[in-house]
């Protein structure tokens, strides 16, 4: 990234107008105190694969083949700690799984690993787990509903929800 000494103007205001609708967060970059133990939770418990890594400094993890969903780096961050409550920052990274099936692998693979559950939650429109990484980064592992079956008000406004979430029937969908 440079610094351009020219400032820039815009055409015309966007504050009114949004964003394109194909818009999509293409990656998170997390800072991590140790690379080692961050691949071991992104790759062998979640499963992501290993695509690049630089040394003790850095790794680029992805689903399917991707350059990378995930960056891990330790460039301003080797043996550092988490953040302390009541600071600013990342609240959780949402990992958005193509089905309920495989959110309820991802969930199968937290078991078998011993990794305990912040939360678990059906918001309406999505079934979520919540959960933290090895470095206290918030994690949320969750599956779309179609959008046909998302709760909506009588006047067809979004209305989501936070109910309890049936782990047991989510895990019951692995073994299926």
Request: proline share 7%; glycine share 10%; net charge negative.
């Amino acid at each position: 990234m440079t610094a351009s000494t020219t400032p820039l103007k815009a055409a015309e205001p966007s504050a009114t107008r949004p964003v394109h609708p194909g818009t999509r967060i293409g990656h998170i970059h997390l800072k991590v105190a140790d690379l080692d133990r961050a691949i071991g939770f992104y790759r062998d418990v979640l499963g992501f694969e290993l695509m690049q890594r630089y040394g003790t400094q850095a790794a680029f993890l992805s689903a399917g083949g991707y350059h990378h969903h995930i960056g891990l780096n330790t460039w301003e961050s080797a043996g550092g700690s988490p953040p302390p409550p009541g600071t600013t920052g990342l609240y959780h990274v949402a990992i958005l799984y193509p089905t309920r099936a495989s959110l309820a692998d991802a969930l199968r693979r937290l078991v078998e690993a011993g990794i305990a559950l912040d939360g678990a939650s059906d918001h309406g429109v999505s079934e979520a787990l919540y959960l933290r990484d090895p470095d206290g980064n918030g994690v949320e592992l969750y599956w779309d509903r179609p959008e046909e079956q998302w709760p909506r008000t009588e006047d067809g406004k979004l209305q989501m929800v936070t109910r309890r979430l049936d782990l047991h029937g989510l895990l019951a969908q692995a073994a299926a």
